[in-house]
């Protein structure tokens, strides 16, 4: 799993303008693996379906998996005979894989992917796909554990699909509802930046990119699906299974490190609601608030209740300084990624720092009171000192308060954003064209074929403007490093494979 690559600030979400007739809206991948008896009847049905009631552009990119039967060839055939279908061939297993690099290559802002047996009513496709259009959502996914989704599949799989979605909100307290249905979809900016951090290129691909959306803050919609399984199914259930639970111990492992690069707990893209300015208010102050009042009502509560073990055997200065130094390393940690939603190891010791000298100020103010009664009472009861006790550290939590957000977690966006707005606008090299001497089975010629069709031309007028306009490169312009923070596509794809008919971009700090 990359786990250098920042999210940074990503434009707002907004409604899809209504482009030029035969302008692609929605890119359906259909990943394939030895599938020429299922392929052709499958991809018209679904060419049909969209032909007669999507509303939009659309194209349909067969994704072929390396196989080893006719499927090439009625890719190409299909390819050939209409015009809405492509065909992409990798010379590597792997769904995961398929969905990373079409995806990754697709100029559609909104970008799907489905079965080749098309089990899931084509009728939910639309209403996939709507709330990512009109800026709703980031991601959307079919779902057959909804209580209205009708389902028609054997127990063995009932019982698999279950109990795995129980397996991901135990341990990596995942909130949607079915992770493993073949039906999905995602805008492109948001791939654009998700895809590099996924690092599974089979199954558990779509469980990944889920649970790093949404614990990155972004809005997953959940559509029920009417779906019937298919008898003649080339997954082996064991050793998916097998690979799935692997993942899963990888990414909740990354997860409880803190080594992935999601920051925020709010969605990244600067539109949250939460996030907008009120009159007299700073930004985000009722959320953290909110936040803080709840970190704070357990951490007094851990602080007495640590208070009362330590003074068992100590007096009551050294049970009040071991009780409040345990209660604010632990406040320091839980504030810093539920009410200031930092994440990740950067700085961390450094708010640790921070919030021990805000637990010096705090450790005054209640050792204070503590000598004060002593002084003013002698030799008070143990609820008297509690009292005393609960009231210095209510002043002591709004100091907490105050110095956390002004000194320790201070906003850094309105600094960033000034930033951004100081620095000049990118120099956009033209992108090289493959060359059209690229021929065999290496990603070169994958890449080249696939933007011979019209997937990657540079400064194609449509849904975002210009693509120099909109995001200041061809096919990217987030970040300082470019599109993915390293240059090229993927920095270790790229090593084994060349540029891909990309050129490095270095020098994108803004996004139009």
Not at 383 to 404: D, G, H, K, M, Q
Request: charged share 20%; net charge neutral.
């Amino acid at each position: 799993m990359r786990t250098d690559i920042a999210l940074g600030t990503l434009p707002a979400r907004e409604h899809l303008p209504v482009g030029a007739a035969g302008t692609p809206v929605l890119d359906v991948v259909i990943p394939v693996y030895n599938e020429e008896k299922d392929l052709e009847p499958c991809v018209r049905r679904l060419h049909d379906h969209l032909a007669g009631t999507f509303p939009y552009g659309f194209r349909i990119t067969v994704a072929d998996n390396a196989s080893t039967d006719r499927t090439p060839e009625i890719s190409a055939a299909l390819d050939a005979a209409i015009p809405e279908v492509r065909a992409f061939r990798l010379e590597e297993k792997g769904r995961g894989r398929a969905l990373r690099t079409v995806w990754g290559a697709s100029d559609a802002p909104v970008l799907a992917y489905m079965d080749v047996d098309l089990s899931t009513d084509l009728n939910a496709l639309l209403p996939l796909v709507a709330p990512l259009i009109s800026g709703h959502s980031d991601l959307a996914i079919g779902s057959r554990l909804a209580r209205s989704s009708r389902v028609v599949r054997g127990p063995k799989r009932e019982f698999i699909s279950r109990s795995y979605n129980l397996i991901l909100r135990g341990s990596l307290q995942a909130h949607f509802s079915d992770a493993q249905c073949g039906f999905k979809a995602i805008r492109r900016d948001v791939a654009e930046r998700l895809l590099p951090m996924v690092e599974d290129t089979g199954w558990f691909f779509d469980t990944e990119l889920l649970v790093l959306a949404e614990r990155a803050g972004l809005r997953i919609h959940e559509v029920p699906v009417d779906w019937v399984d298919d008898p003649d199914s080339t997954v082996h259930i064991v050793s998916t299974a097998v690979e799935d639970l692997k993942g899963v111990w990888r990414v909740g492992r990354a997860l409880a490190s803190g080594a992935l690069p999601l920051d925020r707990l709010a969605r990244p893209f600067g539109d949250d609601p939460r996030d907008r300015e009120i009159s007299g208010v700073p930004r985000g102050l009722a959320r953290q608030l909110v936040g803080f009042c709840v970190v704070g009502a357990l951490s007094t509560l851990f602080y007495l209740l640590l208070y009362s073990l330590f003074r068992l055997g100590f007096g009551p200065q050294l049970a009040n300084t071991g009780a409040l130094l345990v209660s604010a390393i632990a406040n320091t940690a839980a504030n810093r990624r539920l009410t200031f939603g930092v994440r990740g190891r950067e700085r961390a010791l450094r708010h640790q720092v921070q919030g021990l000298v805000v637990f010096g100020i705090g450790l005054a103010l209640t050792s204070g009171s503590l000598a004060l009664l002593d002084a003013a009472v002698g030799d008070a009861s143990h609820s008297t000192e509690l009292a005393v006790l609960v009231v210095a550290n209510l002043a002591a939590t709004v100091v907490r308060f105050v110095l956390l957000r002004a000194w320790v977690f201070p906003d850094r966006r309105d600094s960033t954003e000034a930033e951004g707005e100081a620095v000049s606008a990118p120099v956009v090299e033209p992108r090289a064209e493959p060359s059209p001497a690229m021929s065999g089975n290496s990603d070169h010629a994958d890449h080249a074929a696939y933007a011979d069709h019209g997937r990657n031309t540079a400064a194609q007028p449509g849904w975002f403007g210009e693509r120099h306009g909109q995001y200041g490169h061809p096919r990217g312009g987030y970040g300082e490093h470019g599109r993915y923070g390293h240059q090229g596509r993927y920095d270790q794809y790229d090593q084994g494979n060349g540029d891909h008919g990309r050129p490095p971009t270095t020098n994108t700090r803004q996004h139009g």
